[in-house]
């Protein structure tokens, strides 16, 4: 499948130089107070230049590490040698670089991992930022190989699109393979925000456009935040979680029936009143079967007359070319991108927001802590590993230091996911403490229940006893997640569980007890934490050969 290649730099021949973006103890906390939001897109150029330094350095890291599995090993060390030379002499002048049309490789900082992002920007011909173009915006599909030396995807098709429309576009990395949802929703709504401070293009024509895991993304981010789109073009996309796993919302828990509602865009069905939406799909697609595709457009439909779906008889899930190039897919986007169209009210749901304090607290700086233990390799051992599960969620190191090393400012101006159990961690039993759960070695008792403790897990919300103002997390006792697929890392948590070794149908571990903490900070325990639909199923009996 033909895609669009970003042009870097001419390869160069100077070292990449090692570095690190202002972000620890006094410094950083004074640096946070100052920029306010975790996802606000700067003016100035400099800090985007300073970005592509650092999202050069990394990739140039990466590649070092695992060079022995790119075969293209010293063309890609010699390109992004060359990008880095060419940010570094741009952070030098005293102008801002000259925009040029095309595709080329962006990047951004993100205040809540202090990572920085990536994103592919293609600028059509004759490109000029007084013209205010219109934008579409690309979602990538799954892909279980994507990493930061990836560039985002762009289908050659789009291009072409773009030129005929005069539009720009942009392809964010959407944190790897988040299904678009949490801090993934967050990155997208940034890139657009990137878009339109560096390029000027028009917030009141805007196209959201996806394929696959992408489809999900725009039909998701499309029905939460509908005020920000003129349209959504879905190419095999699914958008309702209960037709995508054949269940019913009642075949859920309460507690994560909660967190599927909010992230979905079946249950924003009626938001979607005005907003276009053109979807394609295959008919002999089995990924995503046209099933999942056409059910949420049937939900959407009796709110919306202004929804369309095709279906290519004799295609599969890689129809991406075939819809884009279709006279149809043109006519719309040329029809959707004007301005002056009616938007759809804004629903009030925050960027990336998931139902979860807990999981909101990872769209605003973090820190992960490594609790005490009884031997400070150990400890450090423990919170590496913490620290390489949200790489491999993300493709981005977090924040990390050791109890013992604590800088209390940093510590302070962050939410805090501590690692550690009560009896070694000083730091843990104080969380715990305050939020008024009692621990004995073999229970927890929280909010009027007692708990098993012994072979089991926590994760409890509590507050960062350092500053009120921010949250402290706590995980304690079986870590989480041991059997899950990394891409699902975060996106299944309320704020308090105790959990057991068993895992459900989609290797979550099964909770015995799960809840939120409401408006006034007090835990509500929804039951039951587990239901029949959610169980594995059950293996074949085995059968001995007469």
């Known amino acids: 499948m033909r895609t669009l290649v970003a042009n870097h730099a001419s390869p160069g021949n100077a070292r990449p130089r090692r570095g690190t973006f202002p972000g620890r103890g006094l410094l950083f906390a004074a640096w946070l107070a100052a920029t306010a939001a975790a996802a606000t897109a700067s003016d100035d150029w400099r800090s985007w230049e300073a970005a592509r330094v650092r999202l050069h350095q990394t990739r140039l890291a990466l590649l070092e590490r695992d060079h022995g599995y790119d075969l293209d090993y010293a063309y890609r060390v010699a390109l992004e040698q060359a990008a880095l030379v060419a940010a570094q002499q741009a952070l030098t002048n005293q102008q801002p670089p000259v925009v040029a049309a095309g595709l080329r490789v962006e990047a951004y900082h993100s205040l809540n991992d202090d990572a920085v992002q990536p994103f592919l920007r293609y600028l059509p011909p004759g490109y000029t930022p007084t013209s205010a173009p219109p934008l579409i915006v690309f979602l990538h599909g799954y892909n279980p190989g994507i990493e930061l030396i990836h560039d985002p995807y762009v289908p050659a098709a789009l291009g072409r699109l773009a030129d005929e429309l005069g539009a720009c576009v942009a392809a964010p990395f959407g944190r790897c393979n988040s299904d678009f949802q949490g ?18 293009t028009d917030p009141q024509r805007v196209v959201l456009a996806g394929h696959s895991m992408g489809g999900l993304g725009a039909w998701c981010i499309g029905a939460r935040h509908p005020e920000r789109f003129n349209g959504l073009l879905v190419l095999a996309g699914r958008g309702d979680f209960y037709t995508w796993h054949q269940l019913t919302p009642a075949d859920l828990p309460p507690w994560q029936r909660r967190l599927v509602d909010v992230q979905f865009a079946a249950a924003y069905a009626t938001n979607l009143t005005t907003l ?13 079967p046209i099933r999942e595709g056409s059910a949420i457009v049937s939900l959407v439909r009796p709110f919306n007359r202004n929804v ?46 998931t139902g979860s304090r807990l999981q909101d607290a990872l769209l605003q700086p973090f820190l992960f802590v490594g609790g005490t233990t009884t031997n400070e390799d150990e400890t450090a051992c423990l919170l590496q590993n913490r620290a390489d599960e949200w790489c491999r969620f993300t493709r981005s190191q977090p924040r990390r230091q050791i109890e013992s090393a604590l800088e209390t400012n940093l510590a302070a101006a962050c939410h805090l996911f501590v690692f550690g159990e009560p009896e070694t961690s000083p730091l843990v039993r104080t969380i715990l403490e305050r939020g008024g759960v009692q621990v004995t070695p073999t229970s927890f008792r929280i909010a009027g229940r007692t708990l098993p403790r ?17 949250l402290g997390i706590v995980q304690c006792g079986r870590p989480w997640g041991e059997t899950l697929s990394d891409n699902h890392r975060y996106d299944r948590l309320p704020d308090v569980m105790v959990y057991g070794a068993a895992v459900d149908r989609w290797g979550y571990n099964l909770a015995v007890a799960a809840g939120f903490l409401d408006a006034q900070n007090q835990l509500q325990w929804y039951d039951p934490a587990v239901t029949p639909a959610i169980l594995p199923p059950r293996p074949l009996p085995a059968v001995m050969d007469q």
């Not at 890689?318 to 002056?340: N, V, Y």
């Not at 012994?454 to 009120?468: D, E, I, K």
């Open 454 to 470: 012994t072979g089991h897990g926590l994760w409890f919300t509590g507050r960062n006893p350092l500053n009120p103002q921010r």
């Open 276 to 288: 276009p939406v053109l979807a394609w799909h295959g008919r002999e697609d089995d990924l995503v």
């Open 308 to 353: 369309t779906l095709y279906a290519f008889p004799h295609l599969g899930h890689g129809m991406i070319e075939d819809a884009l190039l279709h006279p149809k897919t043109r006519t719309w986007l040329q029809e959707t991108l004007q301005a002056g169209r009616a938007k759809n009210r804004p629903t009030g749901r925050r960027a990336g927001e």
């Open 183 to 200: 801090v993934g929703e967050l990155d997208v709504l940034r890139v657009m925000d990137e878009m339109r401070t560096r390029f000027h």
